[in-house]
Each structure stands twice: as structure tokens, then as C-alpha cells.
């Protein structure tokens, strides 16, 4: 296991939270998945955003479908643009396909989860990559409520 970031703390911001930013090239699929998964599994133990380093103008339409069926809704969520606050704010930043173009904050954990972009693909895979998405952030919670206990 690692040691969670405790740098940024604040009054108003519980010591053992964490704040996690999700990246991806178009933030309109893999790491909206992971931050509306993140969200649903931590219930406001730990924080999560996403972000993309060329943000698309919508979330793919397939991946609002899969998420949908899992009652997740993402079809008002509108991709935002990765800022160096953003990156910031993280404890950690799990990347996804955004290669060099992230930038490195000293004292941030990066993690990259190679995972396939859901664009364009069948409705079958993109289940196939928001279940592995799912299995991805328990594992990565589980870290986190661990080390939230040293």
C-alpha cells in the first residue's frame, strides 16, 4: 500500500478524505465512468472529478446508455477541460490515455489505468469497460479507507 497524500488540508476538508481527479483524452467516457462510479461507491468518504485534456462537447452517447442501466445519469454532465488547479486539488490522478500531456504536481499520486476509449464502440464493450472501470475504483477505495485507518 502507499501513504495517502495528507499535504492540503484544510478546516473544512476531514483528514482522511481524498480527492481523486479522473483523467482521459475527451473526459466523455472512461473517466466520467470512473468519477460517477467513484462517487456512488465512496458515499462522501472520499471526493472525486474528471477532466480531459481535449474535452469533447458531450459525454458519448453510448456510455450515458450503459451507465443509465445501472441508474447512473450522466447525460447533463458536460466534459471539463483539465486545468493545472484541478490537478492541484488531487491527492491523486488516475490517468487513462492522456499520456504526457497531464501535468505532474509534486506531492500527487499518479496512476494510469489502461483501459479502452468507449467511443464509437459497441454497447457490449463499453459494459465491458465500465464493469472494469467498477471492479478498478472498489479496489482503489478500498486502498484509500485502509490507509485512512493508519
Known amino acids: ?30 473517466s466520467q465512468m470512473s468519477e460517477a462510479l467513484f462517487d456512488r461507491a465512496a458515499a462522501g468518504r472520499h471526493q472525486a472529478r ?27 454532465r458536460t466534459p471539463q477541460p483539465l486545468t493545472r488547479e484541478l490537478a492541484e486539488w488531487a491527492d491523486i490522478v488516475v490517468t487513462m ?14 496512476v494510469d489505468w489502461a483501459l479502452a476509449d468507449p467511443a464509437g464502440r459497441p454497447a457490449e464493450e463499453v459494459r465491458l469497460t465500465r464493469d472494469e472501470i467498477g471492479r ?8 484509500l479507507d485502509v490507509a485512512g485507518r493508519d
Not at 500500500?1 to 466523455?28: E, G
Not at 478498478?136 to 478500498?142: I, T
Request: charged letters at 20%; proline letters at 6%; glycine letters at 12%.
Open 136 to 143: 478498478r475504483v472498489l479496489g482503489l477505495l478500498a486502498e
Open 97 to 110: 490515455g492522456c499520456g504526457d500531456e497531464c501535468p505532474v504536481v509534486p506531492g500527487v499520486r499518479y
Open 50 to 76: 474528471s477532466a480531459g485534456t481535449i474535452p469533447a462537447d458531450r459525454v458519448h452517447p453510448g456510455v450515458v446508455a450503459v451507465m443509465k442501466e445501472i441508474g447512473i445519469h450522466l447525460s447533463g
Open 1 to 30: 500500500l502507499y501513504q495517502v497524500a495528507k499535504r492540503r488540508d484544510t478546516p473544512q476538508r476531514a483528514r482522511s478524505q481524498v480527492h481523486v481527479l479522473f483523467v482521459c483524452l475527451r473526459n466523455a467516457g472512461r
